[in-house]
């Protein structure tokens, strides 16, 4: 038993060396002009949390830097749940300071279905009279490709109850479906995020516009 709870320790030890690492790494290398207009408009401040580990930390984009800090912030953007291989593999993704497009899409295909669900979360997006100032229909599937335009991740929205369910995987018969490029899904993330942080009528008006021209490049709909 001794030697067991050794062991323990010694493995939870190693674990969060590496994600310490994990982290400096990470914070080297988002500091490239590059990689700071890559995420900026897409958040302020992101809480990570890793399964399986009690780490957590938070990512601060400062208009023209990221920094990490350990622990949640109490008014951090989004949630994100990540496994500590997603944290690595971003790391090995963008590790010459440069995004290249099959880079972009790795990124966002591990950011994908967890920070969508987290967006839509935001009790501003469950109000009902939004949904429909937009038009957003309440069956969704959603597409995000490869830079070869395959398909990558997919996953189904559905508006029910006042609430938003982000499900991985397709699911029902969708009014709209969407295939969405890397670059789409990051405008798409902007725009989302500039409305919910201003939160008036005329700055929802104005996505509302913005996205029923934008959804006409990468969605069909369904009768």
């Not at 969508?116 to 599937?141: C, F, M, Q, S």
């Not at 969407?178 to 929802?204: C, H, N, V």
């Amino acid at each position: 038993m001794k030697h067991l709870i050794i062991s323990c320790v010694i493995i939870s030890n190693l674990l969060a060396q590496e994600l310490e690492s994990a982290m400096a790494a990470w914070n080297n290398i988002l500091q490239t002009p590059e990689i700071v207009e890559y995420f900026h408009g897409v958040f302020d401040k992101l809480g990570i949390t890793v399964e399986g580990m009690d780490d957590k930390f938070t990512v601060h984009h400062q208009g023209d830097k990221i920094t990490f800090s350990k622990g949640i912030d109490d008014d951090i953007d989004f949630l994100v749940p990540l496994k500590k291989q997603n944290i690595l593999n971003m790391i090995s993704h963008s590790k010459d300071g440069n995004i290249s497009p099959e880079e972009s899409w790795r990124i966002l295909s591990v950011l994908f279905t967890p920070l969508t669900y987290e967006t839509l979360k935001v009790p501003t997006l469950a109000v009902n009279w939004r949904r429909k100032l937009a038009g957003v229909e309440d069956l969704i599937h959603i597409y995000l490709l490869t830079p070869a335009g395959g398909e990558a991740n997919k996953h189904t929205l559905i508006y029910v109850k006042n609430q938003w369910l982000v499900i991985e995987g397709l699911y029902g018969n969708p009014r709209r479906t969407y295939r969405m490029t890397p670059g789409q899904s990051l405008e798409y993330q902007r725009r989302t995020f500039t409305a919910i942080k201003k939160d008036s009528f005329w700055e929802w008006w104005r996505f509302a516009t913005w996205y029923k021209e934008w959804r006409k490049t990468c969605s069909v709909t369904h009768t």
